[in-house]
Structures are given as structure tokens and as C-alpha cells.
């Protein structure tokens, strides 16, 4: 009996051992969070993790269903989402492991350098139409965005169009690569992506908060030192009763090297 009971704890052992530590969500933190799992199974070569995007709000929904470890969000949790956890008798926990500026990005042939958020409001809630309604070409205005499972589309709504909506028939994107493909690919198009999505393909557009008296470029120096206005912290959510899993890899974010992977990468680092 014991010897069997030996084998059976040996086989519990072996399969846990083998399981993949789930990270699901916002697509925001997903080229950060791929680069620190790639890192931390170097230095931990016996661990498993993947890593998929989706959207905040889907990787919440996989926490909530047990279907993820770590739920990666670029906002905070909603409150009704919070609500349902607690009713399911699971308490979600909120740890920051980074800050982001999201960029507005157009087509490179785009004439516009300078918006300020009052004009990029008008912009996407379709009030403003036409490029040359704000220093640009004759052309219509092609905007598009994330979907609304995507904590970056909310965290622009809140700080740029100051919770208005936004337009009816907006094109919107499964993810971020999505918006970065298609802006590169039509000449009036606009959009927003994380800091460290931006290339060559897209030309980001220096923003004004202060009604246009000071336009400042979208960049990792700008976000630190907070004279760009579009930023956000990054978040990771795991259950309590799941820390003992969740816990090393996030310890590790946060920790010097890891938060050296998020100024690499392209992210602002907590400190």
C-alpha cells in the first residue's frame, strides 16, 4: 500500500512537473511578457509557460474560468468583472510590472506631425472627417482601433476622448498588429498602438495635452520622464489560491533583470 501510494504521489509529482504555466490577455503586454518568459525559461530550464494575446478583457475571462494562470491587462480590473470572481469565490490579485505610452500612428506619406487631443476626439469620435481639418490633405480620415475586449481601447477612450464614444463604423482590430498593418497600408488611416509595436511601416504623431502650446513625440525617454501624456500601467492578475504558481514568474518581472527586459523591450520600467 505505501509503495503504491509512493508511485501514485511520484506520478502527481511528474505530471505537474510537465504542465505549461498559462499567461493569456492584453496584447499591449504581450511582446514584453513573451521576452521575460524567454528569459526566465533560460534561467529556469525544467519550467513551461506559454504566452498568447486576445485582449484584457479576454484574459481576465480566463482567469475567471480557470483557464489561464496570470491574466496580462493593459487596465484595471472592471468592477462587475471583479464582482463575478467574488461570486465564483475566487479573489483576483493586481500586481503592476511596467507602464506603457501608447503612440498615434499614421501612414508615412501623412503630411500631419502635430495633433492635440482635443483634435485627435474629434477624430475618432467622427467629428473630424477630413484631414485637411487639421493641417493635412484634402483626404478622408480612415480611423481605426481595437475592439472592446482590449484594455488598450478603453485606457484611450478614458484619457484621450475623455470617456466619449467612439465613432459609429469605426474599423476595429482583433490586435495590435492588425491596426500597425493596415494603417501602413492606407494612405488616410490613423490608429494607436503600444511603444513597442512601432516601426518603420507607421509614422507616429507627436501630441499636444495643452491645447498645442508643446507637441512631444511618442518615446520610452518621454513616457519615463512623463512629458508625454498618453500612459498606462501594465498589469498581471492571478487567484490568491493560485500564487505558489503565478508568484515566481512575476517575482522575477519585477525584479532588476526583469525590469531591464521591460526598458529593453521598449516599456517603461517601474523604477
Known sequence: ?????LLVAAACLIATAGQAQKIKGSDTCLPLTQQEAENYLRAHPGSRITVTGGGSGVGISALQEGTTDIAMASRKIKFDEKLKMKQAGLTPVEVIVAHDALAVIVHPSNSVTNLTREQLEGIFTGKIKNW?????????????????????????????????NYMNGIMSMPATGAIIQSVSQTQGAIGYVGLAYLNKEVKPVHVSYDGGKKYIAPSPEHARDKTYPIVHPLYYYYE??????????IDYVLSPEGQKTVQKVGYIPLK
Request: aromatic share 10%.
Open 240 to 249: 490568491a489560491k493560485n500564487a505558489t504558481t503565478a508568484k515566481p514568474f
Open 132 to 164: 485637411k481639418e487639421v493641417g493635412g490633405a484634402d483626404s478622408k480620415i480612415v480611423a481605426y482601433s481595437r475592439e472592446t475586449s482590449s484594455g488598450t481601447y478603453e485606457f484611450f477612450k478614458e484619457s484621450v476622448l475623455e470617456n466619449k
Open 1 to 5: 500500500m505505501k509503495r503504491t501510494m
